[in-house]
């Protein structure tokens, strides 16, 4: 699969473009159909899909393959074609005073073709998730996947055209600047799932074309965790939730804020739950994935050693390779916000530990920085549990537990201010990308003749009524 260059995205996107306005939406049988045969071809090159993702990273778990990338594909377009029928009902509407002898709804209608950008994390789920929804909501679509991944790009392009025509959905390839050049295209919606700095620059090129986006981003999600609570449990939790992938995931615990008293002895837990849950090591093994490249196991190396001068207690989990880039879970105590690890989000294996007296201390402190793109609690005192939510902006929450949220067709996904723009995932989903479009249909009753004798005085008292 060759690259192409920015005079072939306008080719594609004008073809897809004069194919929507000319063959109109799809009705809801096409629409189910492109999204069971996505599936199905999905199901069949579910070997191709987990062994290109091996090639990428180097050292992939299968099994969080599966877990992580296949099934919430899977689930999330089954869910699709089930409520599918539901979404894209005319809705009614209320009718005012004045106009009673008409009738008001609202249908959702396609956009046109929208614009997705996949990240190099999740990249079978994240391009091929917002892909599904793009055909449910009755688009056409262009996919520009990473540039990092290109074994797994290589996989999904083959789905892609072995599925849709070209005219439908495409999958283009290139480097940043190809990147660059597709975010300026004129699209009538772009969703893009990366950083936060990344984001920035599509929203800018996007606000040229009056372009409106979908940004999935991420930030540093808080683990809050209540005094005198299970460590064990907790640990257990947020272990899963941070070595999954790696750490290389947008939602995974970043930090934890834990009471001062309790500190130590959810360190303790921790160092625990982790050892059980990679009993036989990390270089190697097929439990644990990789970092993506030497640049990221760098830039990972260099957030322990600045922390580790600036007073932090390191503590190593296993052994690391640097060849193989592959990094084992580190634990840091004593940590500081002025530390670099504090300044940006981590995306890997290193869990940074910060202690607080009292809950409005964590609040403040959380509510001191960006709005995070998950927040998690541990704890069972509803009171508190409470006032942390009401007090605090994030996108979504998972209670007593890490990353499950995520996996709730029925929820909506997306982050606020720096962690996001727009959600999407299910029902919401299919509002991001489509239009909500107003009907009114007058009666037969022509509503002029209201202002008019004899109807002037009834009309008189209406208004006198709505406006007392």
């Keep these: 699969m060759s690259d192409v260059t920015p005079a072939d995205l306008h080719r594609i996107l004008d073809?897809?473009?004069?194919?929507?306005?000319?063959?109109?939406?799809?009705?809801?049988?096409?629409?189910?159909?492109?999204?069971?045969?996505?599936?199905?071809?999905?199901?069949?090159?579910?070997?191709?899909?987990?062994?290109?993702?091996?090639?990428?990273?180097?050292?992939?778990?299968?099994?969080?393959?599966?877990?992580?990338?296949?099934?919430?594909?899977?689930?999330?377009?089954?869910?699709?074609?089930?409520?599918?029928?539901?979404?894209?009902?005319?809705?009614?509407?209320?009718?005012?005073?004045?106009?009673?002898?008409?009738?008001?709804?609202?249908?959702?209608?396609?956009?046109?073709?929208?614009?997705?950008?996949?990240?190099?994390?999740?990249?079978?789920?994240?391009?091929?998730?917002?892909?599904?929804?793009?055909?449910?909501?009755?688009?056409?679509?262009?996919?520009?996947?990473?540039?990092?991944?290109?074994?797994?790009?290589?996989?999904?392009?083959?789905?892609?055209?072995?599925?849709?025509?070209?005219?439908?959905?495409?999958?283009?390839?290139?480097?940043?600047?190809?990147?660059?050049?597709?975010?300026?295209?004129?699209?009538?919606?772009?969703?893009?799932?990366?950083?936060?700095?990344?984001?920035?620059?599509?929203?800018?090129?996007?606000?040229?074309?009056?372009?409106?986006?979908?940004?999935?981003?991420?930030?540093?999600?808080?683990?809050?965790?209540?005094?005198?609570?299970?460590?064990?449990?907790?640990?257990?939790?947020?272990?899963?939730?941070?070595?999954?992938?790696?750490?290389?995931?947008c939602i995974a615990p970043d930090y934890v804020l834990v009471h001062e008293d309790d500190r130590d002895a959810f360190a303790a837990a921790y160092q625990d739950a982790v050892k059980k849950q990679h009993p036989g090591g990390y270089v190697g093994s097929p439990d644990y994935t990789a970092i993506l490249n030497t640049h990221h196991y760098a830039r990972l190396s260099g957030l322990i050693d600045n922390a580790a001068a600036q007073g932090a207690q390191v503590t190593r989990l296993g052994s690391d390779s640097a060849t193989d880039h592959v990094l084992a879970p580190v634990l840091l105590l004593s940590v500081t916000p002025q530390m670099a690890v504090m300044q940006e989000e981590i995306f890997g294996p290193v869990l940074p530990v910060l202690t607080y007296r009292t809950l409005d201390d964590a609040i403040a402190f959380i509510n001191a920085r960006p709005r995070p793109l998950a927040l998690y609690y541990f704890g069972d005192n509803r009171v508190e549990r409470d006032r942390l939510l009401k007090r605090t902006v994030s996108g979504n929450v998972t209670l007593n537990g890490t990353l499950l949220h995520i996996a709730q067709d029925d929820l909506p996904f997306g982050g606020v201010g720096e962690s996001g723009i727009g959600a999407y995932h299910g029902k919401e989903g299919f509002i991001a990308l489509t239009h909500a479009r107003g009907v009114y249909r007058q009666g037969r009753f022509n509503a002029a003749t209201l202002l008019r004798p004899p109807f002037s005085k009834f009309t008189d008292a209406i208004t006198n009524l709505i406006l007392r």
């Design 15 to 249: 073809r897809q473009r004069a194919a929507f306005l000319n063959a109109g939406p799809p009705d809801l049988k096409q629409r189910r159909t492109g999204l069971r045969r996505l599936k199905a071809e999905i199901l069949k090159r579910r070997t191709d899909i987990v062994r290109a993702l091996k090639t990428d990273f180097g050292q992939r778990s299968e099994r969080e393959s599966a877990i992580v990338e296949l099934i919430p594909l899977v689930q999330s377009i089954n869910y699709m074609i089930a409520h599918l029928g539901h979404w894209m009902k005319p809705q009614r509407r209320h009718v005012s005073a004045y106009f009673q002898c008409g009738r008001a709804w609202v249908i959702r209608q396609p956009v046109g073709v929208v614009g997705i950008i996949a990240p190099w994390n999740y990249p079978v789920s994240l391009a091929l998730v917002p892909l599904a929804t793009a055909i449910a909501a009755g688009n056409r679509a262009m996919l520009k996947p990473s540039e990092f991944t290109p074994a797994t790009s290589t996989v999904i392009g083959e789905i892609v055209r072995a599925v849709f025509p070209a005219d439908q959905a495409s999958i283009v390839t290139g480097d940043g600047e190809v990147g660059a050049a597709f975010s300026a295209l004129p699209f009538d919606h772009i969703l893009f799932t990366g950083s936060s700095a990344v984001g920035k620059k599509v929203a800018e090129a996007a606000a040229r074309n009056l372009t409106p986006v979908t940004l999935e981003l991420g930030g540093k999600s808080p683990v809050v965790i209540e005094p005198g609570f299970s460590m064990r449990r907790v640990a257990d939790r947020v272990a899963f939730g941070k070595l999954t992938n790696a750490g290389q995931t």
